[in-house]
């Protein structure tokens, strides 16, 4: 798998940090486990669905399951997330969302103290890039991962891209698997 080039190049080589490429589900999962306060942002590309059926969201709701994590739901995901059985635990614009993330005093989504780890799935590559690039310049007390099938490069942590979606739905089936396990 290679991470030569993100899905949209518009504005992503200035900087000299990019994203550390992770292609192992347990490493992933591990880094998941560390955090003390994460966060999963869901948002509209996830309410597709994969070749078997299955909604991507679905796959996002197993990994907060398995990691206890709350639920950040964007656009028109909430409905969805609803339907399924599980109620989230805010609702925000994607851009809302990153701007409470940048305030280092910012409670979080549970009022318990800011996030240290944001999560990001289904959210358009071009948005994700750019609320990505803000976190990683004005945001410097949290890390960031992303879970979609293509490299960002502004993430502090990314999945590499995907050429075939079976992959990607592999890694995350393992990734969830992982965090199930015990420490």
């Given at each position: 798998?290679?991470?030569?080039l993100?899905?949209?190049?518009?504005?992503v080589l200035?900087?000299?940090k990019?994203?550390?490429?992770?292609?192992d589900?347990?490493?992933y999962?591990d880094?998941?486990k560390?955090?003390?306060?994460?966060?999963l942002?869901?948002g509209?590309?996830?309410?597709?669905?994969t070749a078997d059926?299955?909604?991507?969201l679905e796959?996002a709701l197993?990994?907060a399951?398995a990691?206890?994590?709350?639920?950040?739901a964007?656009?028109?995901?909430?409905g969805k997330?609803?339907?399924?059985?599980v109620q989230?635990d805010?609702?925000?614009?994607?851009?809302?969302?990153?701007?409470?993330?940048k305030d280092?005093?910012?409670?979080?989504v549970?009022k318990?103290?800011?996030?240290?780890?944001?999560m990001?799935?289904?959210?358009?590559s071009?948005?994700?890039n750019?609320g990505?690039?803000t976190?990683?310049?004005?945001?410097?007390h949290?890390?960031?991962?992303?879970?979609?099938k293509?490299?960002?490069?502004?993430?502090?942590?990314?999945?590499?891209?995907?050429k075939?979606?079976?992959?990607w739905?592999e890694f995350?089936e393992?990734?969830?698997a992982?965090?199930?396990?015990?420490d």
């Amino acid at each position: 798998m290679s991470a030569v080039l993100p899905r949209h190049r518009v504005n992503v080589l200035t900087g000299t940090k990019s994203a550390r490429l992770i292609e192992d589900p347990a490493e992933y999962a591990d880094l998941i486990k560390k955090a003390k306060r994460p966060l999963l942002v869901v948002g509209p590309l996830l309410l597709e669905s994969t070749a078997d059926g299955k909604l991507l969201l679905e796959y996002a709701l197993d990994l907060a399951k398995a990691g206890g994590i709350p639920v950040c739901a964007t656009a028109q995901t909430r409905g969805k997330i609803v339907e399924l059985g599980v109620q989230p635990d805010c609702l925000y614009d994607a851009v809302e969302i990153v701007n409470a993330l940048k305030d280092p005093d910012w409670q979080g989504v549970k009022k318990e103290g800011n996030h240290d780890l944001v999560m990001f799935c289904g959210i358009r590559s071009d948005l994700g890039n750019q609320g990505l690039s803000t976190l990683k310049h004005f945001a410097r007390h949290l890390k960031t991962m992303t879970l979609c099938k293509h490299y960002f490069p502004h993430a502090t942590y990314s999945l590499p891209n995907f050429k075939k979606d079976s992959e990607w739905y592999e890694f995350l089936e393992s990734l969830i698997a992982n965090l199930k396990k015990g420490d």
